[in-house]
């Protein structure tokens, strides 16, 4: 298959308005544009996937039946919203790369860590709409939870339509940018704190004479029934623990040893250093 003069593929007889233009075929690029597909927002044709390594888009097009392009510039001119899911550290080249092929109808939607609205306008020129956003990594089940926030120029409709497009993923909340770095260090971080605190009792559960498996699985569906406890049934984390412990019980003597242990202070402070490392990434340390 050849691509059109723009170099790119399936493309025929679509409004590219309606594209979307999905830059970086890693793993949250792969993700979101699926998810778009998914929630019926976009229709597997209207999204145009472009990576570095034009193998790697050709990959991931070919799994969902994405449009494949041949270049970044290539997706941009036949979209309307242009979905930057690259690394951090490779933010500024992208931009640089797409900023004379963008004008005022497009939407750019950034969820590269770090990086503000504000260098993200500079770097892509000015009147461009642009909407930052953070999902996790639970997006990749329909479970993630993403927030945004608006650049400079971005109107409620940018905000509504990056709204619609992320949805796929899981729900949306729109936060202030002061809050973004913050939303980086607890939910984006979030998933893997959670993991590791089941890795660890998992093990835990091996130490006191469980086969590895069971304890897997006892472990997974615990954290799954915990989530619904305060998701579908209205309770809050406290709640939760204060009912699960009763006096002097089994319960209460983990829970004097989690604590003894630091184990909140060290979730605070594990969540300061995100953040704070989130912080970075705008800057000098980008990764
Ligand atoms: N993973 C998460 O849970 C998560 C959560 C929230 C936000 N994010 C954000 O999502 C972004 C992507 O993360 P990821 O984990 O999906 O990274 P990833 O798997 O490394 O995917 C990024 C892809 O973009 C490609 N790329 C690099 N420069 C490019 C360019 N100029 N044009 C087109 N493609 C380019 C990369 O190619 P090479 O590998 O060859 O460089 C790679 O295939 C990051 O900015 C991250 O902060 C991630």
Redesign the pocket.
């Known amino acids: 298959m050849c691509p059109d003069p723009a170099g790119v593929w399936n493309t025929a007889a679509m409004d590219n308005d309606r594209n979307v233009a999905v ?9 979101l544009a699926a998810g778009m597909v998914r929630s019926g927002a976009r229709t597997a044709g209207q999204i145009l996937i ?4 034009e193998d ?1 888009a050709r990959q991931v097009g070919t799994r969902h039946g994405f449009s494949i392009a041949g270049t ?1 510039r290539a997706a941009v001119q036949d979209a309307g919203v242009v979905v ?5 550290k ?2 500024g ?2 931009s640089a ?1 797409i900023a004379p092929v963008l004008g005022r109808s497009h939407l750019v939607v ?6 503000t609205t504000g260098t993200l306008e500079s770097g892509l020129g000015t009147g461009v709409a642009v909407v930052r956003a ?4 639970a ?1 990749s089940v329909g479970e993630g939870i993403t927030a945004i926030c608006p650049g400079s120029t971005a109107n409620k409709g940018h905000l509504e339509r990056a709204r619609e497009l992320l949805e796929g993923v899981g729900p949306v909340i729109s936060v202030d940018e002061s809050l973004i770095d913050a939303v ?1 260090a607890v939910s ?1 971080s979030g ?1 893997a704190y959670f993991a590791l605190f089941a890795e660890a009792l998992v093990d835990a559960g091996v130490t006191v004479g469980l086969p590895r498996d069971v304890s897997a699985r006892l472990v997974a569906q615990t954290m799954r029934g915990t989530a619904a406890l305060v998701t579908q049934g209205g309770m809050e984390p406290a709640e939760v623990r204060e009912a699960v412990t009763s006096p002097g019980g089994t319960t209460a003597m983990a829970i004097r040893e989690l604590e003894r242990a630091g184990l909140r202070a060290g979730v605070l402070n594990a969540v300061q250093a995100a953040f704070d490392r989130a912080k970075g ?1 705008g800057g000098a340390g980008r990764q």
């Not at 953070?134 to 990594?137: G, I, L, V």
């Open positions: 830059l970086g075929a890693g793993k949250m690029g792969e993700i472009a990576d570095a390594v790697r970044n930057l899911a690259v690394k951090p490779d933010i080249g992208l790369e950034s969820i590269a860590a770090g990086i953070m999902p996790n990594a997006s980086t984006g998933p990434l």
